[in-house]
T-cell receptor, first 112, second 111 residues
Framework: DGGITQSPKYLFRKEGQNVTLSCEQN?????MYWYRQDPGQGLRLIYY???????QKGDIAEGYSVSREKKESFPLTVTSAQKNPTAFYLC???????????FGPGTRLTVT | KQEVTQIPAALSVPEGENLVLNCSFT??????LQWFRQDPGKGLTSLLL?????REQTSGRLNASLDKSSGRSTLYIAASQPGDSATYLC??????????FGAGTILRVKS
């Protein structure tokens, strides 16, 4: 069963704690992406990676960090420096440049 | 900086109606444009991808058009059904395969 998995579906953290969101794909895609969605807004790009061991900042990278040590995995860490971390986080992947992006089911993070 | 606007923000129609969702973008230097569907609390499902050299794409009851010069795209849904109720998102695809999204149109089809 090919696809993108994100875990967990719901995540709760206390303010000041770092938290890591998981994203795994078995589509053999080269590129992976992280987006954030807030109520009533479109998705905004946090980080993206075109190949293993390489990644670039998106439009709202402050307070986030990523790694891309394996082709199939692209974890996102929400650090305590992120001022408003409560949001719905979506991971995506694509075969490569100019190819269609496929999205995971998302993780809803709530920080109190 | 690219900005994507979707009109209307919300739409409620009776079952069976044909409807049009609008998407506009400020910078015509895009590679492709993509329409997505999102159900509440779920991820995105790709509906149609229009490459910059194309003017439209069709899939079943869905038809999407693209006019790069005017910075506009429309998603046409024929014979709407209650199962079409969802949020529809438009995204332009820029260099580096970066997507810039609109805020979406919330569609409700009443039975």
């Amino acid at each position: 069963d090919g696809g993108i998995t994100q875990s967990p579906k719901y995540l709760f953290r206390k303010e000041g704690q770092n938290v890591t969101l998981s994203c795994e794909q078995n589509l053999n895609h080269d590129a992976m992406y992280w987006y954030r969605q807030d109520p009533g807004q479109g998705l905004r790009l946090i980080y993206y990676s075109q190949i293993v061991n390489d990644f670039q900042k998106g439009d709202i990278a402050e307070g986030y960090s990523v790694s891309r040590e394996k082709k199939e995995s692209f974890p996102l860490t929400v650090t305590s420096a992120q001022k408003n971390p409560t949001a719905f986080y979506l991971c995506a992947s694509s075969q490569g440049f100019s190819y269609e992006q496929y999205f995971g089911p998302g993780t809803r993070l709530t920080v109190t | 900086k690219q900005e994507v606007t979707q009109i209307p923000a919300a739409l409620s129609v009776p079952e069976g109606e044909n409807l049009v969702l609008n998407c506009s973008f400020t910078d015509s230097a895009i590679y492709n444009l993509q329409w997505f569907r999102q159900d509440p609390g779920k991820g995105l499902t790709s509906l149609l991808l229009i490459q910059s050299s194309q003017r439209e794409q069709t899939s079943g009851r869905l038809n999407a058009s693209l006019d790069k010069s005017s910075g506009r795209s429309t998603l046409y849904i024929a014979a709407s059904q209650p199962g079409d109720s969802a949020t529809y998102l438009c995204a332009v695809i820029e260099y580096g395969n970066k997507l810039v999204f609109g805020a979406g149109t919330i569609l409700r089809v009443k039975s």
